[in-house]
């Protein structure tokens, strides 16, 4: 998976420009040249055989309090082990309730290597559990970027400390941010060998209609995911041009507790789904999803698997079978996993305009539900997407359009703001927009 492409804007101290100041600068930082605190907190750093993480950075001390609107806190800190940044925990007083604010993980290039948004309701004890991980090398320097957007108070807990390792709005501030990054090292030692009769356990066989299938085949063996934040990835090669429809991943065991989250990307670094995972996405033992992308014959899309929470699972795995690379934890598998591709063929002329689709919603404006109905609509697979007005995405489904009609209902009762709402649908390449309104 291509993680670190340039999502951010590359910092260069040479060349004058007004976003370098929402882009950590570490070559200033080297210059002012107080050290990383994070690094200097060698008592920090110590691995817990009882923790999740191989090894851990944070300042607890706090004697000051940053508010800001509009602005951006950068918080550099020192990887202590190659491998996953597992779990980023950031103490504050509070945000501004409904307002979406941006946490970016940032390498010493200036990219963006991974990303979250989150809201008041993500805080809990004046703490919030930010959904990023990404993979680092020991001794290099990253960075924490939090922005506040225009209209959106945050304020940050720190600890009065001298410069060089904060920032804000790409001025260095005396302190160091009240944080935990937690590590894991890559290794093996999460890989269960655990051969078997070869057996006809495996996802469907037979392609649908129209559509061609990437799969391993037989497994022999499982690998398990046995902690918060353990990744696994695999890459292969699209079959042919058109629309990937599904995704099946094989499992030997889980727990009653699974989540996680499922992430497919093409070669270009594009995300075709982000999605996700509990309970519900299992069927008959096997990690099922709809997918609605469009990709080319012969490129390379990866998808990763990454382990939430009070949870572990174990995904089967075949040693014969060679579609592309494995990877736990970012580090190279001899491996698949078992798993089963479908890409329906594109097929001129084959569907009608999603344009002269007749959308309707209702109720409108809506409160606890909200339901869409198409109509005169092209066959097959579309996408339907509840999308707040900042482009955040918070509720996708794939809905089967048949004999021209479809529909969907979304449960909307977590939804607390109220306003304006953007209701999309996607089919292949074409693209249709509903403004729609909660009470």
């Not at 924490?144 to 400390?161: D, E, I, K, N, V």
């Not at 057996?199 to 469907?204: F, G, I, K, L, R």
């Not at 391993?216 to 398990?224: A, F, H, Q, R």
């Not at 990307?265 to 099922?288: M, P, Y």
Request: proline share 3%.
């Amino acid at each position: 998976m291509k993680r670190g492409r340039n999502r951010g804007q590359i910092f260069n101290p040479l060349i004058p420009s007004t976003m370098n100041k929402f882009i950590y600068p570490l070559a200033a930082a080297a210059a002012l040249c107080t050290g990383n605190l994070f690094a200097q907190e060698a008592a920090l750093i110590t691995p817990n055989a009882d923790s999740a993480f191989d090894c851990v950075q944070e300042n607890t001390r706090q004697n000051r309090t940053l508010d800001f609107e509009g602005n951006v806190m950068t918080q550099e800190f020192t990887a202590c082990t190659s491998g996953t940044l597992s779990a980023v925990e950031v103490s504050l007083k509070g945000v501004t309730e409904d307002v979406w604010y941006l946490a970016e993980i940032v390498n010493n290039h200036g990219e963006v290597i991974d990303d979250t948004r989150f809201t008041h309701r993500n805080i809990v004890n004046e703490t919030v559990q930010l959904n990023l991980m990404a993979d680092v090398e020991q001794g290099h320097t990253y960075a924490l970027q939090l922005t506040a957007p225009a209209g959106g108070h945050m304020s940050l807990r720190y600890q009065l400390t001298g410069m060089g390792s904060m920032w804000f709005d790409g001025e260095p501030v005396r302190g160091t941010l009240t944080a935990k990054f937690g590590f894991n090292t890559d290794n093996t030692q999460y890989v269960e060998s655990e051969y078997a009769n070869r057996n006809s356990d495996t996802p469907e066989t037979r392609a649908l209609e129209n559509e061609c299938k990437t799969s391993t085949g037989l497994s022999d063996g499982k690998v398990k995911l046995t902690a918060p934040g353990h990744t696994i990835s695999q890459s292969y090669t699209a079959c042919a041009n058109g629309t990937m429809t599904s995704l099946a991943l094989n499992l030997a065991h889980y727990t009653s507790e699974f989540e996680g989250r499922i992430r497919v990307e093409n070669e270009e670094g594009d995300v075709l789904i982000n999605n996700k995972l509990d309970r519900t996405n299992i069927v008959k033992d096997a990690i099922t999803l709809p997918v609605n992308a469009e990709v080319t014959a012969g490129e390379t899309l990866t998808f990763s698997v990454k382990l939430g929470s009070d949870s572990q699972f174990a995904i089967k795995r075949n040693t014969q079978a060679n579609v592309g690379e494995c990877k736990l934890n970012g580090v190279d598998m001899d491996f698949n996993l078992d798993f089963t591709s479908y890409i329906k063929e594109s097929h001129v002329g084959e569907n009608a305009d999603l344009d002269e689709a007749a959308i309707t919603t209702f109720p409108n404006p809506f409160n606890d539900r909200i339901n869409v109905r198409m109509e005169n609509a092209p066959k097959g697979p579309a996408t339907v997407q509840l999308l707040d007005f900042s482009g955040n995405i918070i509720r996708t489904e794939t809905v089967i359009v048949k004999d021209a009609e479809g529909n969907i209902s979304f449960d909307t009762r977590d939804i607390d703001g109220a306003g304006y709402y953007a209701l999309r649908i996607i089919q292949g390449d074409q693209i249709k927009n509903v403004t729609v309104l909660k009470r």
